[in-house]
């Protein structure tokens, strides 16, 4: 009896192995062959995009504003350059259009809007009256804004989105048409304890220029997916604005001679935090 059981419990185990084994080929192959899982969540939808952003511009140099003082008799009594020149940290909105080629390149041309102010100091020694006492410092002190537009042709580079978070760089380049406003000129004359009378120069409010200036930008930062086609912008953008026109003479110094342009500002490098959405249209 155990002759005939023996044969057949071992086939029966030669069989057992074989579908273990057989199995476990199975699902190595099934391992194997398994499709991989797309964990970035976002797909790019390719097309044309509206945006719209804020930015705010916690640092902002300009530079020393210079300007040319006339004096009576019709001469340049001296030019000058302010010593020291504070400008406003503006907010800036705007809006553009572009276009999203594929995953990694896109291009759109956007219009900002900006404002801010200037106040700035002198030590110029003026001429003053005889009755001036000696040691007096003498010079003016500017408070003035301004309103502006520009407008930007941008490209991008998208470096590949990692669970709905694109990373990118870009440059830009454009115009920058800024105006000023009317501009506040106050002298002074100080002898150290005490403000002097007798000046030759008044108070004045100066007419304001405005011009076109070059602009260029460079921006860094990173999109959110909120859904497949709407993204959440946040980055860091450096500008730097070419100088221009600032103001013209007032009636003083005009009666002495001065005609044109009175000051002229070196322009304007900004820093800039930036928030913005993007939706992709069509």
């Known amino acids: 009896m155990f002759r005939r059981i023996a044969p057949l419990g071992f086939a029966g185990f030669a069989v057992f192995a074989g579908l273990v084994a057989t199995g476990a080929m199975a699902s190595d192959l099934d391992i194997i062959n398994a499709p991989e899982i797309d964990v970035s969540g976002s797909t790019v939808a390719e097309g044309w995009y509206l945006r719209g952003d804020l930015g705010y511009s916690g640092w902002m140099k300009g530079g020393k504003p210079h300007y040319t003082v006339y004096q009576p008799g019709g001469t340049v009594f001296s030019n000058e350059s302010f010593d ?12 553009g259009m572009g276009y999203q080629f594929n995953n990694f390149l896109r291009t759109d041309l956007t219009t900002d809007f900006f404002n801010g102010s200037l106040s700035g100091r002198s030590n110029v020694n003026l001429p003053c009256s005889s009755d001036e006492p000696a040691g007096t410092s003498c010079g003016f002190g500017h408070k003035g804004d301004y309103n502006a ?36 000129q106050k002298p002074f004359c100080e002898d150290g304890t005490a403000s002097c009378s007798g000046r030759l120069y008044a108070n004045e409010r ?17 999109s959110v997916d909120l859904t497949n086609r709407v993204k959440l912008d946040l980055g860091y953008r450096y500008s730097d604005t070419a100088g221009g026109n600032m103001y013209r003479y007032g009636a003083t110094e005009a009666g002495w001679g001065g005609a044109g342009t009175k000051g002229r500002d070196d322009g304007f490098q900004k820093h800039e935090i930036r928030a913005g959405i993007r939706v992709t249209t069509w």
Do not use: Q
Request: net charge positive; aromatic share 16%.
């Open 84 to 95: 020291s020149a504070r400008f406003s940290k503006p907010m800036s909105y705007g809006v």
């Open 149 to 184: 537009l520009n407008v930007m042709a941008n490209g991008y580079v998208d470096l590949g989105t990692y669970a709905g978070i694109t990373p990118y760089i870009g440059a830009g380049a454009g115009v920058t048409y800024l105006r000023w406003n009317t501009m506040n």
């Open 206 to 222: 100066l007419s304001g220029e405005d011009s076109w200036r070059f602009t260029y930008a460079l921006m860094a930062g990173a």
